[in-house]
């Protein structure tokens, strides 16, 4: 995977670099998914941070917790009902005890889909192609195209210059 | 009808002569733990004898009260077993079964009456001590708790033998280690659900209560109060 | 691999596991032939009796199949045999009707104690440095011999001593015949508690010289002068199923049951009135009430009766109605108020069967036969002529010959001890040159003044016929190992407990576990090979076959067996472990109730004197009361871990021995609960753990008698402080028994609780009386 | 071979911008303790690995001889063991607690306690999980507490406490690790660029291949959000549920309903003193004077003064309403603790709780850095002894007086709660060496001007609050 | 734990014993009245054998073993870990008309008996269930 990409300092600079692309990316014909945009630090607010995207799926959390609960509920009820061993005068399953073991294991249900999700939403973890130069870990944000096409590859040097780059570097082969 | 077996102590009986508490050594392989594990607070005994003080002298009063498991209906010990050591069994005693038992020592903080005894070390009889060991009951090992099981092996001795010849059970027939040693018959072991049996007979006497009754706990062992001298006539 | 034990294996920490897992298997022993076929895992039960106190209860062994390690011709091996596995009282025996307390429960342990002597030893050191060796069996009666034989070569028969408990039966026939026909001495039968003043005050007040018989289950009214007859007086077992059916076995009438003692014993603490009164003066307050009764004619036929007037007519001053005993003169000697006598006479003579009985503190004083006389008086006074029989009477004799039992009135115990010790000290000729030992320990339990530990170690030879070593057997130059009672036959005549004349006999309910003998067949085969006379007085070969003769007259009697032939009888004999008298036929108003006829000639009455005690009220302040526990005895089973981990019933400690003393005295000196004491009388010293407790009075020290051993097995040695090693030499003058509560001693506290290391079952509850009200 | 400091300024040495300049300080500050090892450091683990192979040692004697070498006997069946459980499962709370909250609620000083306190809970959780598995008497067959099919057909007991124990421990166990990995994600991949040899190949794979695409920190940051949400009532529910170990049963004060918050009071209480108190360490020996200020420590010393007087209510509340029941049982208990036996250990809790720690916390002139760390060890003390008076006199003097005991510790047990404060340190002290103990990109979030979202949106002055940068950079250059 | 295949000091063959028309009642004598099936010792088997197959080498180890007084030492094949406390009673079982084979397996087809089949708690649970027996713990344990 060969990546043209330029380092700009503060986010103003790299949402105008990253428009700048969106605007010549039919032209240039790379698709979207293309561009890279690499920070080490979150930066609210940008158009290019995809902050924009409101949907905050909770729902695979609550689904997550809804299949812990239904686990501890039928975990168990049924387990007592197989080898019924009374105890203490109480019934088999009494509903305050087994709640105890529902609410447990819808959180464990919730905490456990939360971090699905992040790891498939993330699409973690994947050891090809992760870019790397240390400069982003100084507050610097990189926005590149992804294997751009011979021909095009003059025009985006220049669309990242133009955004304000002092230069244009390339990663290229597979990280180590 | 199921058995429901119970137990009645009759307190104006029983003399403190400690009986009890040798047979049921003997019966269930109970070990001696030695004077350095008794001076900590660790001799097992499935059945005490309580002695009480009252009064100062010339007139002190000593009130002897044998203390065992109650087999609770409503047993505090068997709800907060992790492992089922400890539950209910069909016949009305609180089951323990050593092998379920991990050691967590739960059920023995739970009993209001502490009548549960703990193996904190392998229990040793020094040869040929351990010929004396009754075959019927297992030889319990290091982390397991134990306590009075109503003489369980007896009870499934007799119940084999009465099935075997196709009859039920008379009262009486069967007994614990315990009321069959007690001298002045003060114990009586029996099925609470069998109306003419002794011990529903003395269980419903009007000198009868429940030790910690108020607790709830439902116990199946009954105490019969020890009358004064002078209300003899309704005794 | 299962997979339950990959899981067990791999678990947490299998470190345990692993170390379990392979731990060195049992060097694989060769396996025996069995020498009898039980079905494993079906219990038969056997009929034995229990020798652990002399009350003779009958036994019933529950005895299964088990591998026991055994050693056969010279090789140790496991063998299928019959193995006791639990002891229960024989429902059929009328003494104990299938019940068995406490020690009786441990013998047990006896059979199976690791300490047990298992072959014969010959002693290879220095003589009490308890270092022996093994040799066979056929040396050790070739050694036996050749000293018995040595002895009747120089003329010096009478050199021969044989020491052993006071046996009854054909036990002490055999030992009596053995002696006689070998020309020695008669046995010093000696044990330290041998209650010798109650059977001479019974020959005097009613004719019998035996411990009583009590039919407690029809009393109303039972006064006791400091009898412990629910733990370990007289028969313990037989009594307390008396007492359960007084309390409550007749709907709608429930004994009353006063206790008179100035140290509560278990007994006591079950009494409905618990009554203290000075040490000695229990007889003064018998009278007392006596006094009461006779002045009020409040029983009117009785006092005419000829079995009150035999009785009473022993207390000088009876016939003028006891007039130096009035109430408030007797309230002054013992500290019991006039009102209280006043309604216990009267309670004694409304409430129906009423009776007194005496024994234990009360009768070891220096006037303990006249306080024996005086409530034997009162007991006569109320006891006395009722259709029914007298609650207090005394079991028919059987009706045998040569039933084993002492001639009446036997010597005390401690006279025949101490003139025994004084004469091997006294070295004077015909001194005894050889002592045969058998189940009797007086260097432990004997008052130091006896100097018997001197006397035993002058004798040359020394050969012990018991199966433990304890103080005395420690210096036996040879012993020859006796079966345990579980593997012998045996034999009691009861002295008490049941109604009927009864003579129990129970064949071994085990085959022998290691390589020992029993002492009778021991005997019979030195007589046999001494030939003689000896051979001509033991005819018998085995013990079994000298039982057989002994008891085969009593097909004649009926009574509990009935058989045609000889065999027959013998056989039901042994399956029943007895013979005793139809119940009908003994009943109450057989010559059991009647006092025996007046002797002739004028019986000497007795008049009261005041109880002396040894050490001066100054320099030894304090009473000092040794009282027996139902767990020890006399010692004699403190070898027994059962026993040594049984609570005490009121203090509940375990393992040690302690002094009660009342919460006043032990203020005034500074003592806490669990504290270390010294008690020091005048024959010696001893430091113990205090227990403070009610039930005592302030002016009393009390201590459990069994604890103390120095060398008694791994289970007893160095527990405790032995009470009988202080005790000064007081004797009862008639009956020459030592007054063992007539030593005054002095206390001072000198540790703390962790030097004194007291364990109590009931560890938590240092004070007493906790404020909480028992449940 | 690691690299050694000067070779990390090697490679940062370029001319930055201010904010760069900052993000570099960060950098530089936080990932030095990774690489430098001090003596200090090496004592430190030194000591604590011989605690930790002590009670390794003491728990293979208690194995191989028997649970008997303890001084527990009947009635006093539990006593360092539960008090040890509770003390530690306690101190776990503050961790999660105080950094979901702080997070929930955006409070700008929270970034640089955050870690250090997930830190202390999952050490702790992992501690006090593993103490039940020593206590018991045969832990051979601790694995029978997991519902696992088997071919007996038995399954656990659902209705005991201590399965609720079970599942509550799994479910905050799993709840607080997540807590603590996923902000680290970014630390590691930060790591990983800035190192070589083993520590990289081990970073590579903690990252899981981060690289912070936008799409990728807005999933984290939604992440974070649903396990700040679900982590608090874990927190609560599982020290309710130790609580309810003692409170499901008859024993006289223990079976009260004030246990349930009395824990998860002492829980947060003593959490945050754990809390305090490895911070002030970790300033001391990590040099992060500038990043852990006392306007930090000033902030929990507040919250600290909050919880200690909430102690000191339920506390009162649960004597007050057994002294005024006044029924015999829960008297004879009450007794032992506040006049006989155990009156001294009791008023030294009391003194250690509320005398000590309320006068400090109280006045701003004391509440600095070590005012707080001296009340936070007052409190830990305080605490451990509140759990141990929970439990040894109830069970010394239960119900029937016949059956009273007397508890005395042994070396055994003492050696494993010795060892149990050597295990957490060198966990803390590895962790400190594997990964930043103070989050690398939140505190760069903070240096953003605006700064957004959840983790971001606090209206960030340009100097995050607190940090000020004062001095040269240790690497910088004469302009 | 016990050998997957346990080797007997003498070769036993249930097979030929078997063949020839005997019951296991006939040496397990103890089985219809006790817990244990009780191993016969060795002068039962002497019984038959002093007469019948004297000179086979197996049978002249058995002669020995009488001769030097010894019983034959047979290494157990049926037992719990004693870890289990559990108290097996084989005559209820018996009389309830379970057939030996069951629990031990064919027997006419092994020599020296071997643990054919997997005797663990579900094995004796499920057979309770099925034969309507109770399946609390005390039946078994205690």
């Given at each position: 995977?060969?990546?043209?990409?330029?380092?700009?300092?503060?986010?103003e600079?790299?949402?105008?670099?990253?428009?700048?692309?969106?605007?010549?990316c039919?032209?240039?014909?790379?698709?979207?998914?293309?561009?890279?945009?690499?920070?080490?630090?979150?930066?609210?607010?940008?158009?290019?941070?995809?902050?924009h995207?409101?949907?905050?799926?909770?729902?695979?959390?609550?689904?997550?917790?809804a299949?812990?609960?239904?686990?501890g509920?039928?975990?168990?009820?049924?387990?007592q009902?197989?080898?019924?061993?009374?105890?203490?005068?109480?019934?088999?399953?009494?509903m305050?005890?087994?709640?105890?073991?529902?609410?447990?294991?819808?959180?464990?249900?919730?905490?456990?889909?939360?971090?699905?999700?992040?790891?498939?939403?993330?699409?973690?973890?994947?050891?090809?192609?992760?870019?790397?130069?240390?400069?982003?870990?100084?507050?610097?944000?990189?926005?590149?195209?992804?294997?751009?096409?011979?021909?095009?590859?003059?025009?985006?040097?220049?669309?990242?210059?133009?955004?304000?780059?002092?230069?244009?570097?390339?990663?290229?082969?597979?990280?180590? | 009808?199921?058995h429901?077996?119970?137990?009645?102590v009759?307190?104006?009986?029983?003399?403190?002569?400690?009986?009890?508490?040798?047979?049921?050594?003997?019966?269930?392989?109970?070990p001696?733990?030695?004077?350095?594990?008794?001076?900590?607070?660790?001799?097992?005994?499935?059945?005490?004898?309580?002695?009480?003080?009252?009064?100062?002298?010339?007139?002190?009063?000593?009130?002897?009260?044998p203390?065992?498991?109650?087999?609770?209906?409503?047993?505090?010990?068997?709800?907060?077993?992790?492992?089922?050591?400890?539950?209910?069994?069909?016949?009305?005693?609180?089951?323990?079964?050593?092998?379920?038992?991990?050691g967590?020592?739960?059920?023995?903080?739970?009993?209001?009456?502490?009548?549960?005894?703990?193996?904190?070390?392998?229990?040793?009889?020094?040869?040929?001590?351990?010929?004396?060991?009754?075959?019927?009951?297992?030889?319990?090992?290091?982390?397991?708790?134990?306590?009075?099981?109503?003489?369980?092996?007896?009870?499934?001795?007799?119940?084999?033998q009465?099935?075997?010849?196709?009859?039920?059970?008379?009262?009486?027939?069967?007994?614990?280690?315990?009321?069959?040693?007690?001298?002045?018959?003060?114990?009586?072991?029996?099925?609470?659900?069998?109306?003419?049996?002794?011990?529903?007979?003395?269980?419903?006497?009007?000198?009868?209560?429940?030790?910690?009754?108020?607790?709830?706990?439902?116990p199946?062992?009954?105490?019969?109060?020890r009358?004064?001298?002078?209300?003899?006539?309704?005794? | 691999?299962?997979?339950?034990n990959?899981?067990?294996?791999?678990?947490?920490?299998?470190?345990?596991?692993?170390?379990?897992?392979?731990?060195?298997?049992?060097?694989?022993?060769?396996?025996f032939?069995?020498?009898?076929?039980?079905?494993?895992?079906?219990?038969?039960?056997?009929?034995?009796?229990?020798?652990?106190?002399?009350?003779?209860?009958?036994?019933?062994?529950?005895?299964?199949?088990?591998?026991?390690?055994?050693?056969?011709?010279?090789?140790?091996?496991?063998?299928?045999?019959?193995?006791?596995?639990?002891?229960?009282?024989?429902?059929?025996?009328?003494?104990?009707?299938?019940?068995?307390?406490?020690?009786?429960?441990?013998?047990?342990?006896?059979?199976?104690?690791?300490?047990?002597i298992?072959?014969?030893?010959?002693r290879?050191?220095?003589?009490?440095?308890?270092?022996?060796?093994?040799?066979?069996?056929?040396?050790?009666?070739?050694?036996l011999?050749?000293?018995?034989?040595?002895?009747?070569?120089?003329?010096?028969?009478?050199?021969?001593?044989?020491?052993?408990?006071?046996?009854?039966g054909?036990?002490?026939?055999?030992?009596?015949?053995f002696?006689?026909?070998?020309?020695?001495?008669?046995?010093?039968?000696?044990?330290?508690?041998?209650?010798?003043?109650?059977?001479?005050?019974?020959?005097?007040?009613f004719g019998?010289?035996?411990?009583?018989?009590l039919d407690?289950?029809?009393?109303?009214?039972?006064?006791?002068?400091?009898?412990?007859?629910?733990?370990?007086?007289?028969?313990?077992?037989?009594?307390?199923?008396?007492?359960?059916?007084?309390?409550?076995?007749?709907?709608?009438?429930?004994g009353?049951?006063?206790?008179?003692?100035?140290?509560?014993?278990?007994?006591?603490?079950?009494?409905?009135?618990?009554?203290?009164?000075?040490?000695?003066?229990?007889?003064?307050?018998?009278?007392?009430?006596?006094?009461?009764?006779?002045?009020?004619?409040?029983?009117?036929?009785?006092?005419?009766?000829?079995?009150?007037?035999?009785?009473?007519?022993?207390?000088?001053?009876?016939?003028?109605?006891?007039?130096?005993?009035?109430?408030?003169a007797?309230?002054?000697?013992?500290?019991?108020?006039?009102?209280?006598?006043?309604?216990?006479?009267?309670?004694?003579?409304?409430?129906?069967?009423?009776?007194a009985?005496?024994?234990?503190?009360?009768?070891?004083?220096?006037?303990?036969?006249?306080?024996?006389?005086?409530?034997?008086?009162?007991?006569?006074?109320?006891?006395?002529?009722?259709?029914e029989?007298?609650?207090?009477?005394?079991?028919?004799?059987?009706p045998?010959?040569?039933?084993?039992?002492?001639?009446?009135?036997?010597?005390?115990?401690?006279?025949?001890?101490?003139?025994?010790?004084?004469?091997?000290?006294?070295?004077?000729?015909?001194?005894?040159?050889?002592?045969?030992?058998?189940?009797?320990?007086?260097?432990?339990?004997?008052?130091?003044?006896?100097?018997?530990?001197?006397?035993?170690?002058?004798?040359?030879?020394?050969?012990?016929?018991?199966?433990?070593?304890?103080?005395?057997?420690?210096?036996?130059?040879?012993?020859?190992?006796?079966?345990?009672?579980?593997?012998?036959?045996?034999?009691?005549?009861?002295?008490?407990?049941?109604?009927?004349?009864l003579?129990?006999?129970?064949?071994?309910?085990?085959?022998?576990?290691?390589?020992?003998?029993?002492?009778?067949?021991?005997?019979?085969?030195?007589?046999?090979?001494?030939?003689?006379?000896?051979?001509?007085?033991?005819?018998?070969?085995?013990?079994?076959?000298?039982?057989?003769a002994?008891?085969?007259p009593?097909?004649?009697?009926?009574g509990?067996?009935?058989?045609?032939t000889?065999?027959?009888?013998?056989?039901?004999?042994?399956?029943?472990?007895?013979?005793?008298?139809?119940?009908?036929?003994?009943?109450?108003?057989?010559?059991?109730?009647?006092?025996?006829?007046?002797?002739?000639?004028?019986?000497?009455?007795?008049?009261?004197?005041?109880?002396?005690?040894?050490?001066?009220?100054?320099?030894?302040?304090?009473y000092?009361?040794?009282?027996?526990?139902?767990?020890?005895g006399?010692?004699?089973?403190?070898?027994?871990?059962?026993?040594?981990?049984?609570?005490?019933?009121?203090?509940?400690?375990?393992?040690s021995?302690?002094?009660?003393?009342?919460?006043?005295?032990?203020?005034?000196?500074?003592?806490?609960?669990?504290?270390?004491?010294?008690?020091?009388?005048?024959?010696?010293?001893?430091?113990?753990?205090?227990?403070?407790?009610?039930?005592?009075?302030?002016?009393?020290?009390?201590?459990?008698?069994?604890?103390?051993?120095?060398?008694?097995?791994?289970?007893?040695?160095?527990?405790?402080?032995?009470p009988?090693?202080?005790?000064?030499?007081?004797?009862?003058?008639?009956?020459?028994?030592?007054?063992?509560?007539?030593?005054?001693?002095?206390l001072?506290?000198?540790?703390?609780?962790?030097?004194?290391?007291?364990?109590?079952?009931?560890?938590?509850?240092?004070?007493?009386?906790h404020?909480?009200?028992?449940? | 071979?690691q690299?050694?400091?000067?070779?990390i300024?090697?490679?940062?040495?370029?001319?930055?911008?201010?904010?760069?300049?900052?993000?570099?300080?960060?950098?530089?500050d936080?990932?030095?303790?990774?690489?430098?090892?001090?003596?200090?450091?090496?004592?430190?683990?030194?000591?604590?690995?011989?605690?930790?192979?002590?009670?390794?040692?003491?728990?293979?004697?208690?194995?191989?001889?028997?649970?008997?070498?303890w001084?527990?006997?009947?009635?006093?069946f539990?006593?360092?063991?539960?008090?040890?459980?509770?003390?530690?499962?306690?101190?776990?709370?503050?961790?999660?607690?105080?950094?979901?909250?702080?997070?929930?609620?955006?409070?700008?000083?929270?970034?640089?306690?955050?870690?250090?306190?997930?830190?202390?809970?999952?050490?702790?959780?992992?501690?006090g999980?593993?103490?039940?598995?020593?206590?018991?008497?045969?832990?051979w067959?601790?694995?029978?507490?997991i519902?696992?099919?088997?071919?007996?057909?038995?399954?656990?007991?659902?209705?005991?406490?201590?399965?609720?124990?079970?599942?509550?421990?799994?479910?905050?166990?799993?709840?607080?690790?997540?807590?603590?990995?996923?902000?680290?994600?970014?630390?590691?991949?930060?790591?990983?660029?800035?190192?070589?040899?083993?520590?990289?190949?081990?970073?590579?794979?903690?990252?899981?291949?981060?690289?912070?695409?936008?799409?990728?920190?807005?999933?984290?940051?939604?992440?974070m959000?649903?396990?700040?949400?679900?982590?608090?009532?874990?927190?609560?529910?599982?020290?309710?549920?130790?609580?309810?170990?003692?409170?499901?049963?008859?024993?006289?004060?223990?079976?009260?309903?004030?246990?349930?918050p009395?824990?998860?009071?002492?829980?947060?209480?003593?959490?945050?003193?754990?809390?305090?108190?490895?911070?002030?360490?970790?300033?001391?020996?990590?040099?992060?004077?500038?990043?852990?200020?006392?306007?930090?420590?000033?902030?929990?010393?507040?919250?600290?003064?909050?919880?200690?007087?909430?102690?000191?209510?339920?506390?009162?509340?649960e004597?007050?309403?057994?002294?005024?029941?006044?029924?015999p049982?829960?008297?004879?208990?009450?007794?032992?603790?506040?006049?006989?036996?155990?009156?001294?250990?009791?008023?030294?809790?009391?003194?250690?709780?509320?005398?000590?720690?309320?006068?400090i916390?109280?006045?701003?002139?004391?509440?600095t850095?070590?005012?707080?760390?001296?009340?936070s060890?007052?409190?830990?003390?305080?605490?451990?002894?509140?759990?141990?008076l929970?439990?040894?006199?109830?069970?010394?003097?239960?119900?029937?007086?016949?059956?009273?005991?007397?508890?005395?510790?042994?070396?055994?047990?003492?050696?494993?709660?010795?060892?149990?404060?050597?295990?957490?340190?060198?966990?803390?002290?590895?962790?400190?060496?594997?990964?930043?103990?103070?989050?690398?990109?939140e505190?760069?979030?903070?240096?953003?001007?605006?700064?957004?979202?959840?983790?971001?949106?606090?209206?960030?002055?340009?100097?995050?609050?607190?940090?000020?940068?004062?001095?040269?950079?240790?690497?910088?250059?004469?302009? | 734990?016990?050998?997957?295949?346990?080797?007997?000091?003498?070769?036993?063959?249930?097979?030929?014993?078997?063949?020839?028309?005997?019951?296991?009642?006939?040496?397990?004598?103890?089985?219809?009245?006790?817990?244990?099936?009780?191993?016969?010792?060795?002068?039962?088997?002497?019984?038959?054998?002093?007469?019948?197959?004297?000179?086979?080498?197996?049978?002249?180890?058995?002669?020995?073993?009488?001769?030097?007084?010894?019983?034959?030492?047979?290494v157990?094949?049926?037992?719990?870990?004693?870890?289990?406390?559990?108290?097996?009673?084989?005559?209820?079982?018996?009389?309830?008309?379970?057939?030996?084979?069951?629990?031990?397996?064919?027997?006419?087809?092994?020599?020296?008996?071997?643990?054919?089949v997997?005797?663990?708690?579900?094995?004796?649970?499920?057979?309770?269930?099925?034969?309507?027996?109770?399946?609390?713990?005390?039946?078994?344990?205690?």
């Amino acid at each position: 995977m060969k990546v043209l990409y330029a380092l700009y300092a503060d986010p103003e600079t790299a949402q105008r670099a990253v428009d700048a692309l969106h605007a010549a990316c039919s032209e240039l014909n790379f698709d979207e998914r293309q561009i890279v945009i690499i920070s080490g630090e979150p930066h609210e607010g940008y158009d290019f941070a995809d902050s924009h995207i409101t949907r905050r799926p909770y729902g695979w959390a609550v689904f997550g917790a809804a299949i812990g609960a239904g686990c501890g509920y039928l975990l168990t009820t049924l387990t007592q009902r197989a080898y019924p061993i009374f105890t203490g005068g109480m019934p088999l399953s009494p509903m305050w005890t087994d709640g105890i073991i529902v609410y447990e294991l819808t959180m464990l249900g919730a905490i456990l889909t939360a971090l699905i999700t992040l790891l498939v939403g993330a699409k973690l973890p994947n050891f090809k192609g992760v870019i790397k130069d240390p400069e982003i870990w100084l507050g610097k944000i990189l926005v590149g195209v992804a294997d751009p096409l011979e021909s095009s590859q003059q025009d985006v040097q220049e669309c990242l210059l133009g955004a304000g780059a002092a230069e244009v570097k390339q990663f290229s082969g597979v990280s180590d | 009808m199921a058995h429901k077996w119970g137990l009645v102590v009759d307190l104006d009986r029983c003399t403190g002569c400690e009986a009890c508490v040798v047979a049921c050594h003997a019966e269930n392989n109970v070990p001696t733990v030695g004077k350095d594990q008794a001076a900590i607070g660790r001799a097992m005994q499935w059945i005490r004898v309580e002695r009480s003080w009252e009064g100062d002298f010339p007139n002190p009063k000593v009130r002897f009260q044998p203390v065992l498991c109650q087999q609770c209906d409503a047993a505090p010990c068997e709800a907060v077993c992790p492992t089922y050591a400890s539950y209910h069994t069909e016949e009305g005693l609180n089951g323990q079964a050593y092998n379920r038992c991990i050691g967590t020592r739960f059920c023995a903080n739970a009993c209001p009456y502490t009548v549960r005894s703990f193996n904190f070390f392998n229990p040793s009889w020094q040869k040929p001590l351990n010929l004396q060991l009754n075959p019927d009951v297992s030889v319990r090992s290091v982390g397991i708790m134990e306590k009075c099981t109503f003489c369980v092996q007896r009870i499934k001795s007799a119940e084999i033998q009465a099935e075997a010849e196709k009859r039920d059970l008379k009262d009486g027939e069967l007994t614990t280690a315990c009321a069959q040693s007690c001298a002045s018959k003060a114990l009586v072991f029996g099925d609470l659900n069998d109306p003419n049996s002794e011990v529903s007979r003395l269980a419903s006497s009007n000198r009868a209560a429940k030790l910690m009754g108020e607790l709830g706990t439902k116990p199946n062992v009954t105490y019969l109060d020890r009358g004064a001298w002078q209300d003899a006539k309704n005794s | 691999m299962e997979r339950r034990n990959f899981i067990k294996i791999s678990a947490l920490t299998g470190v345990a596991a692993t170390l379990d897992a392979c731990r060195a298997p049992d060097k694989q022993l060769i396996r025996f032939i069995p020498e009898e076929n039980l079905i494993p895992g079906i219990a038969v039960w056997k009929p034995s009796i229990c020798t652990l106190c002399s009350a003779g209860c009958g036994l019933q062994v529950r005895v299964m199949q088990g591998d026991a390690e055994v050693e056969r011709h010279g090789e140790r091996g496991l063998i299928k045999m019959g193995l006791a596995k639990r002891l229960e009282g024989s429902p059929q025996n009328p003494i104990n009707a299938g019940k068995l307390c406490a020690r009786g429960q441990a013998g047990l342990q006896v059979l199976y104690h690791p300490d047990r002597i298992t072959k014969p030893i010959k002693r290879s050191g220095a003589r009490g440095s308890g270092q022996f060796q093994a040799i066979s069996w056929d040396d050790a009666l070739k050694e036996l011999t050749s000293h018995l034989t040595a002895l009747q070569a120089s003329r010096s028969a009478n050199a021969l001593a044989f020491l052993a408990r006071p046996l009854r039966g054909q036990r002490r026939e055999l030992i009596e015949k053995f002696l006689t026909a070998f020309g020695a001495p008669p046995a010093v039968w000696y044990e330290p508690f041998d209650e010798a003043v109650l059977r001479q005050a019974n020959l005097l007040s009613f004719g019998h010289a035996a411990l009583p018989t009590l039919d407690l289950a029809r009393a109303d009214y039972v006064i006791s002068f400091g009898a412990d007859f629910l733990g370990t007086w007289n028969s313990p077992v037989a009594q307390s199923i008396g007492y359960g059916a007084m309390r409550r076995g007749r709907p709608g009438r429930r004994g009353k049951f006063v206790q008179v003692e100035s140290r509560m014993s278990q007994t006591g603490a079950n009494a409905d009135e618990w009554i203290a009164c000075k040490p000695g003066t229990e007889g003064v307050l018998a009278l007392g009430i006596a006094h009461v009764i006779l002045s009020q004619k409040l029983a009117p036929q009785s006092i005419a009766s000829p079995a009150a007037s035999r009785a009473g007519s022993q207390i000088a001053g009876w016939s003028a109605g006891l007039p130096e005993f009035t109430p408030e003169a007797v309230e002054k000697q013992t500290g019991v108020s006039a009102a209280v006598m006043t309604r216990l006479a009267h309670e004694m003579t409304l409430s129906g069967a009423a009776a007194a009985i005496v024994g234990g503190a009360p009768l070891a004083q220096t006037n303990g036969l006249f306080s024996a006389l005086a409530v034997n008086a009162l007991e006569s006074l109320v006891d006395a002529n009722r259709d029914e029989g007298p609650i207090l009477g005394f079991t028919p004799e059987p009706p045998l010959s040569n039933a084993g039992e002492p001639a009446a009135p036997a010597q005390a115990s401690f006279a025949r001890l101490n003139s025994f010790a004084q004469s091997v000290l006294s070295g004077k000729a015909g001194t005894p040159q050889m002592l045969m030992l058998y189940d009797a320990n007086p260097i432990f339990s004997a008052p130091p003044a006896t100097k018997i530990r001197e006397a035993i170690a002058r004798i040359p030879t020394i050969v012990s016929l018991g199966s433990f070593i304890d103080e005395t057997s420690a210096q036996a130059d040879l012993i020859l190992p006796d079966n345990a009672p579980l593997e012998s036959w045996l034999d009691s005549v009861p002295e008490s407990g049941s109604f009927q004349s009864l003579i129990g006999l129970a064949p071994p309910a085990v085959s022998p576990l290691h390589e020992t003998r029993p002492m009778p067949d021991v005997l019979l085969g030195v007589a046999q090979h001494l030939g003689g006379d000896l051979a001509k007085a033991l005819p018998y070969a085995t013990f079994d076959a000298m039982l057989k003769a002994a008891l085969l007259p009593l097909r004649a009697q009926g009574g509990s067996v009935a058989a045609k032939t000889d065999d027959d009888f013998w056989q039901s004999v042994q399956t029943q472990g007895g013979w005793w008298s139809a119940p009908a036929a003994a009943g109450w108003k057989s010559a059991a109730a009647k006092p025996a006829a007046m002797p002739q000639g004028k019986q000497a009455s007795h008049a009261l004197t005041a109880p002396e005690f040894a050490g001066s009220a100054t320099d030894f302040p304090f009473y000092f009361q040794p009282y027996l526990t139902p767990s020890f005895g006399d010692g004699s089973t403190a070898h027994l871990p059962w026993m040594q981990e049984l609570p005490d019933a009121l203090t509940t400690a375990m393992w040690s021995s302690w002094v009660e003393i009342h919460p006043k005295t032990g203020a005034m000196l500074g003592i806490q609960q669990g504290d270390l004491v010294e008690i020091a009388s005048q024959a010696g010293s001893l430091r113990v753990p205090a227990v403070l407790s009610p039930g005592i009075a302030p002016d009393l020290l009390a201590m459990p008698v069994g604890q103390g051993h120095e060398n008694f097995g791994r289970f007893a040695s160095g527990h405790g402080a032995n009470p009988l090693s202080i005790l000064a030499p007081v004797v009862e003058p008639s009956t020459g028994s030592l007054a063992w509560a007539a030593t005054r001693v002095k206390l001072a506290r000198v540790g703390g609780p962790e030097q004194a290391k007291l364990v109590l079952f009931a560890g938590g509850m240092s004070g007493f009386p906790h404020d909480e009200k028992p449940r | 071979m690691q690299k050694t400091v000067e070779q990390i300024e090697q490679d940062l040495q370029r001319p930055t911008g201010r904010t760069q300049r900052a993000a570099e300080r960060i950098e530089q500050d936080l990932l030095r303790p990774i690489f430098t090892t001090s003596g200090k450091y090496k004592v430190a683990v030194a000591v604590s690995g011989l605690l930790v192979l002590a009670g390794v040692a003491a728990f293979g004697y208690q194995l191989y001889t028997g649970i008997g070498v303890w001084g527990i006997n009947s009635p006093v069946f539990w006593a360092f063991d539960i008090t040890n459980f509770v003390f530690w499962i306690g101190i776990s709370h503050a961790g999660t607690l105080i950094s979901a909250i702080l997070r929930l609620c955006n409070a700008t000083w929270r970034r640089p306690v955050t870690r250090c306190a997930e830190a202390i809970t999952v050490f702790s959780i992992v501690i006090g999980g593993l103490i039940p598995l020593c206590h018991i008497g045969r832990p051979w067959l601790g694995y029978w507490l997991i519902p696992y099919p088997n071919q007996r057909g038995i399954w656990p007991n659902f209705r005991s406490p201590l399965l609720w124990d079970f599942f509550a421990i799994l479910t905050y166990l799993t709840g607080s690790t997540t807590f603590l990995y996923l902000p680290t994600i970014p630390d590691f991949a930060a790591i990983r660029d800035a190192s070589t040899g083993f520590r990289k190949k081990i970073c590579r794979i903690l990252s899981l291949g981060w690289q912070g695409t936008p799409r990728q920190w807005q999933r984290l940051e939604i992440a974070m959000h649903i396990m700040a949400i679900a982590i608090v009532p874990v927190a609560v529910s599982v020290h309710t549920i130790v609580s309810w170990d003692f409170s499901m049963t008859l024993v006289p004060m223990w079976h009260s309903t004030i246990f349930g918050p009395y824990f998860v009071t002492g829980a947060i209480f003593s959490g945050i003193a754990a809390l305090i108190l490895a911070m002030a360490l970790l300033r001391h020996f990590l040099h992060l004077e500038q990043y852990l200020t006392p306007l930090h420590f000033n902030n929990l010393g507040k919250l600290l003064l909050t919880m200690s007087l909430l102690w000191f209510y339920f506390t009162f509340c649960e004597r007050l309403t057994t002294w005024y029941g006044n029924t015999p049982d829960e008297m004879a208990v009450f007794w032992q603790s506040i006049r006989l036996h155990f009156a001294p250990l009791f008023w030294t809790m009391v003194i250690c709780n509320l005398i000590i720690p309320v006068p400090i916390l109280s006045m701003k002139r004391f509440r600095t850095i070590t005012g707080t760390a001296i009340a936070s060890s007052t409190i830990i003390v305080g605490m451990w002894i509140e759990r141990f008076l929970i439990i040894v006199p109830a069970l010394d003097h239960k119900f029937l007086p016949f059956s009273w005991g007397v508890y005395r510790p042994t070396w055994v047990e003492d050696t494993l709660m010795a060892s149990s404060f050597g295990m957490m340190a060198l966990l803390y002290l590895l962790f400190s060496k594997a990964v930043p103990m103070i989050s690398i990109w939140e505190m760069k979030v903070g240096l953003q001007p605006h700064g957004g979202g959840i983790i971001t949106t606090a209206p960030a002055i340009a100097e995050p609050h607190g940090l000020v940068l004062e001095g040269p950079l240790p690497t910088d250059v004469p302009e | 734990m016990h050998p997957e295949h346990p080797v007997q000091p003498i070769a036993f063959t249930h097979t030929v014993h078997l063949a020839k028309r005997m019951q296991c009642t006939t040496c397990h004598v103890g089985v219809s009245q006790g817990p244990d099936a009780q191993i016969p010792n060795v002068t039962f088997c002497m019984g038959c054998h002093m007469v019948i197959d004297t000179n086979n080498p197996e049978i002249k180890k058995i002669a020995a073993y009488q001769a030097r007084g010894e019983d034959i030492p047979w290494v157990r094949v049926y037992n719990y870990s004693p870890s289990a406390h559990v108290r097996f009673n084989h005559a209820p079982h018996i009389r309830a008309g379970v057939a030996c084979s069951t629990c031990h397996g064919d027997m006419t087809k092994q020599t020296t008996a071997e643990r054919k089949v997997n005797l663990n708690m579900g094995f004796c649970v499920e057979c309770h269930k099925q034969k309507r027996v109770s399946v609390d713990c005390d039946t078994c344990h205690f």
